[in-house]
């Protein structure tokens, strides 16, 4: 049953606080270090959260501060939400202090935020915080490790990383339960920070500071109304090691050990820390970084194949027979003109381009295609392993099934409630039909910017013509040679340049248009944005080179009959071929974006980061002179030093990145075959560059818990059917491997006289008016097909059936015999479900007794003891009878 919201509902839902203040908070033993420093001025109380915002000065005039009059509606009304929302805050039991900061021509004021303990309990409780009930004293090992132990080869990529989190079996927190969870005899140090940080978020994200019914709530509201500058929790201390260099590791931070072991360039070759990623990050930033290094992994053996097709194509560039042809012809094929004013060129011309062609078109990059198709899907089905593992042990292995809560920007802004089916809970609702026909709307905004993006293309198309036009007229005999392939390498840098640019604009759209749909959790409305971005950058990045594989020069016609568009003369392939245009249009696109991109992520943060620490030193400034003040980085306050830094942006961008960059290398890999050792460089400068931002330029991110890497899962596999496909095709059409095939079958295994085979002679009607020329295709003297055409296309037809039959039964023989759990995490899964069962029985007891795993987990066969008779008052009964099992019997 729907019912309609009001405003009085609404906050009941927002804030459902039942307990006050802890009255007694800071005068307990904390634990808190005496050199933690993220603290209040009590030395005591812990900081969970910041809450920062500036304000205007115009001047020091007699010792009082004036503030700017330029806006003063605007600042009133942001005064006036802070304050509301603070003092909500405060009403709902979260302790404050606040520390202000003067500078030059502003004020910065701190709002430092700690939860009491029985904050932390009540959210606990509500957002499903996963705690600890056992240790797991079993060690964790990943698959190269175990092959290497195997092998007895010494592994150079493992690394003692000190401090490791203890893996536990965990379940979801009840405070009726609270002795039964390992370590809940100290308030203190029972939440980790991390979860201290979500429950924090969580009040902020879902407290209200005016009014519902404009969607007046939550931080996230705040910071983009600017009533609020930045809001972030703290990072643990500084990454720098100690000056002295004497400390002990295992003494570090966590953020020390993160930078020593894992930010640093000179880890490049080593395993990150993905343990510690998760302890510090959380599980959706450990998620990524654990999918990076997997692919970054398995793109080793990918390049070596790549790079050993490449060598191949060197060797075949020697000795090929048709390249020696074309070399020595000399003038023996005069080639018609490629364009309307263009020349009669010899094809002896071409003989550099032609064996520079054949290091990306030869019969390795057949065996190349069929090796990156089932490369493809066994690495996704071993990610899907790796996955449950990772995610068993986080603690996520349920996570969006059973725990994830509506968003807080959902839950202010629904217009009515339903109970759920599924808890009894009254929940805010969206109807389903208002949503459909936004997301209808949505799609007609996708579908519009997607052929405003092929009017680019058809755009760029033209702009090569016409230069090759203007080029041919300009009469200097070297550009007139080159005209070509200026205008092809022109054409693919334009295109990555409006590429560029589209994205941006695109990607604000699709963040509004994600927004208006009203998605009710966190995960399908990053699903549906993503898949929004990706519809839109799969056309963008995709278009051109999908136009030169499969449509540039197939609609050329013939001498005397030429078609047009446009009134301009359908372009043709350049003289080497359209695959060695496609292969550098690839290389442009996919290594060129990677550069611009790693540029950026490795100048633009530190810019950044410098300019913000040169606007925020703090200086007070006075008639007399401006004072500026003289401690260093290492005297400023952990808020004041976090605030310094840059705002973390989330992992799109990242994810993006490494998916466009997973097609490139599997959807045209037949015509680019060291595209997968490009990938692995660009990966291991990757994941570094990333580490770097996230512990040294980044402010620290809220945790966010996630069981997968979500819909990217979904596009990559997208992604590997569409490869098959596309390689497929590229082999059958654009390249060169079946009509030599062919020519072999029909000339007793030779390629002598291939040249002449490809070759048509322009009809008599065409030669009236023109000088004989030959071009490329199979047409007699009328412009006819010949019957090889036809001979050849049902052979293409045919290995493109035989190709993707081939591939994909393959493929689902790899799923079939690689399941997606590990036999060991189901039976871990199984423990943990009947562990967290007792611990939350009302009528059961929890064993203190810690089990060896060893013994629980074991799964060598034992045989059973043999009985032979029993006892006449004794039936026989069946080994499951349950009143066998006794009651004080510790959980297996």
Not at 244 to 258: F, N, T
Not at 828 to 838: L, S, V
Not at 842 to 851: A, G, M, P, W
Request: glycine residues 4%.
């Amino acid at each position: 049953m729907m019912n309609s919201r009001k405003e009085g509902d609404d906050i009941t839902s927002l804030i459902a606080m039942t307990n006050t203040s802890d009255q007694n908070y800071g005068s307990m033993d904390t634990g808190v270090s005496s050199g933690d420093r993220n603290v209040f001025s009590d030395g005591i109380t812990r900081i969970d959260f910041v809450l920062v915002w500036e304000e205007s000065l115009a001047g020091l005039k007699n010792g009082a501060l004036e503030k700017d009059k330029s806006s003063p509606t605007s600042q009133d009304s942001h005064m006036k939400w802070r304050e509301d929302f603070l003092s909500r805050l405060q009403a709902n039991g979260i302790n404050k202090e606040m520390r202000e900061v003067l500078q030059a021509k502003k004020k910065i004021t701190y709002v430092l935020l700690s939860a009491p303990w029985s904050v932390l309990c009540y959210y606990a409780e509500e957002i499903s915080l996963q705690v600890p009930l056992q240790v797991v004293t079993t060690p964790n090992f990943n698959w190269s490790e175990k092959m290497l132990e195997k092998t007895k080869i010494p592994n150079i990529m493992s690394q003692d990383v000190p401090n490791l989190p203890p893996d536990y079996y965990t379940c979801q927190f009840r405070t009726n339960k609270l002795e039964r969870f390992l370590g809940s005899e100290n308030k203190e140090t029972f939440f980790k920070t991390t979860q201290r940080h979500q429950v924090l978020y969580e009040i902020l994200a879902r407290t209200p500071y005016g009014s519902l019914e404009r969607g007046e709530v939550g931080i996230d509201r705040l910071l983009s109304e600017k009533a609020f500058t930045a809001a972030y929790p703290l990072h643990e201390g500084p990454f720098e090691m100690p000056k002295d260099g004497s400390v002990d590791p295992k003494a570090l931070s966590l953020r020390q050990i993160l930078h020593r072991y894992w930010a640093r360039w000179a880890c490049w070759y080593k395993y990150q820390p993905l343990d510690h990623i998760r302890e510090y990050y959380g599980e959706k930033i450990a998620l990524y970084f654990a999918w990076l290094g997997f692919y970054t992994g398995w793109l080793l053996p990918a390049a070596v194949v790549g790079t050993v097709v490449f060598l191949f194509g060197i060797w075949q560039m020697v000795n090929d027979t048709p390249a020696q042809e074309i070399c020595q012809s000399g003038n023996e094929y005069v080639m018609c003109p490629l364009c309307n004013i263009c020349t009669y060129w010899n094809l002896s011309s071409i003989c550099k381009t032609f064996k520079v062609g054949l290091l990306f078109d030869n019969g390795g990059t057949v065996f190349f295609s069929i090796f990156m198709a089932l490369w493809a899907v066994t690495f996704l089905e071993y990610w899907k392993r790796s996955n449950a593992v990772l995610t068993h042990r986080w603690d996520c292995s349920e996570f969006q099934e059973i725990e994830e809560r509506p968003r807080p920007e959902f839950t202010a802004l629904a217009p009515l409630t339903m109970r759920n089916p599924v808890t009894g809970a009254e929940e805010p609702y969206f109807p389903e039909k208002r949503r459909f026909r936004r997301t209808l709307t949505s799609s007609m905004v996708i579908v519009i910017m997607v052929s405003v993006v092929l009017m680019f293309v058809i755009a760029i198309i033209l702009y090569r013509v016409i230069l090759s036009i203007i080029i041919y007229k300009s009469n200097n005999a070297f550009l007139i040679f080159s005209a070509g392939r200026i205008a092809s390498l022109s054409g693919s840098v334009l295109n990555l340049l409006v590429i560029l640019m589209l994205s941006r604009v695109y990607i604000y759209l699709a963040h509004f248009l994600t927004h208006w749909e009203m998605h009710r959790t966190q995960t399908k409305y990053e699903d549906m944005f993503i898949l929004k971005v990706f519809i839109f950058q799969f056309v963008n990045f995709y278009s051109s080179p999908v136009y030169i594989a499969f449509f540039k020069g197939r609609f050329v016609g013939f001498p005397g009959n030429y078609y047009t568009l446009l009134g301009i003369r359908n372009e043709d392939c350049g003289a080497g071929g359209c695959l060695i245009e496609l292969a550098q249009e690839l290389l442009v696109i996919m290594v060129g974006k990677q550069l611009i991109n790693n540029i950026q992520e490795f100048i633009v943060p530190k810019m950044k980061s410098w300019w913000q620490r040169r606007q925020l030193r703090p200086t007070v400034k006075t008639e007399d002179e401006e004072v500026e003040r003289k401690g260093q980085v290492d005297d400023a306050a952990p808020w004041e030093t976090d605030y310094e830094l840059l705002v973390c942006e989330g992992l799109f961008d990242e994810y993006l990145e490494m998916v466009l960059q997973f097609g490139f290398i599997t959807i045209f890999v037949a015509a680019c075959p060291l595209a997968p050792l490009f990938a692995l460089i660009n990966n291991w400068v990757e994941v570094r560059l990333d580490a770097q931002k996230f512990v040294c330029q980044y402010r620290r991110p809220v945790v966010e818990r996630a069981k997968d890497i979500g819909i990217w899962m979904d596009i990559l596999q997208v992604i590997t059917q569409v490869a098959v496909i596309s390689n497929a095709f590229l082999i059958a059409f654009t390249t060169d491997f079946l009509p030599r095939l062919y020519y072999r079958y029909n000339n007793e295994g030779t390629l002598e006289g291939y040249v002449n085979f490809t070759l048509a002679t322009s009809p008599s009607s065409y030669n009236a008016n023109h000088t004989q020329c030959r071009y490329r295709g199979f047409r007699d003297q009328h412009g006819h097909y010949r019957p090889e055409f036809f001979h050849l296309l049902a052979c293409r037809l045919a290995f493109v059936i035989v190709f993707e039959h081939v591939v994909f039964f393959i493929g689902r023989l790899i799923d079939l015999m690689v399941p997606d759990i590990p036999e060991e995490v189901e039976i871990k899964i199984k423990r943990e479900h009947y562990m967290a069962k007792e611990a939350l029985a009302e009528n059961q007891v929890l064993s203190e007794v810690i089990v060896k795993e060893e013994e629980n987990l074991s799964t060598d066969l034992r045989r059973r003891a043999k009985i032979d008779k029993l006892p006449a008052s004794h039936p026989r009964q069946r080994d499951s009878s349950p009143h066998i099992l006794k009651r004080d019997r510790p959980p297996l």
